[in-house]
Nanobody, 115 residues
Framework: QVQVVESGGGLVQPGGSLRLSCAAS????????MGWYRQVPGKLRELVAQ???????SYADSVKGRFTISRDNAKNTVILQMNSLKPEDTAVYYC?????????WGQGIQVTVSS
């Protein structure tokens, strides 16, 4: 019912930057918040950053000061700007869209930080 399309990611060197985009679409979307999670093998998916429909943001402690989540000018789109990337940021990143009817996930996009 809710389509979630992610873009961005790739391979960067430590200290580099990447920009992830997530666009949600569907009928009568009532989004509470959208966010980015990440997951590495053998670990639970963890919240990286999220932004509410009112614009309030929250971040994992490990990314505070380095990552910024924001609303794009396009509707139902969020941007995760990742700066000062560390090897520990390497993971598959998933966009989550939380609506009044439930949550939806993107396919996941690989982010690799390596020299």
């Amino acid at each position: 019912q809710v389509q979630v399309v992610e873009s961005g990611g790739g391979l960067v060197q430590p200290g580099g930057s990447l920009r992830l985009s997530c666009a949600a679409s569907g009928r009568s979307l009532r989004i509470n918040f959208m966010g980015w999670y990440r997951q590495v093998p053998g670990k639970l998916r963890e919240l990286v950053a999220q932004i509410s429909n009112g614009g309030s943001t929250s971040y994992a402690d490990s990314v505070k000061g380095r990552f910024t989540i924001s609303r794009d000018n396009a509707k139902n789109t969020v941007i995760l700007q990742m700066n000062s990337l560390k090897p520990e940021d390497t993971a598959v990143y998933y966009c989550n869209v939380n609506t009044v009817s439930g949550g939806s996930w993107g396919q996941g996009i690989q982010v690799t930080v390596s020299s």
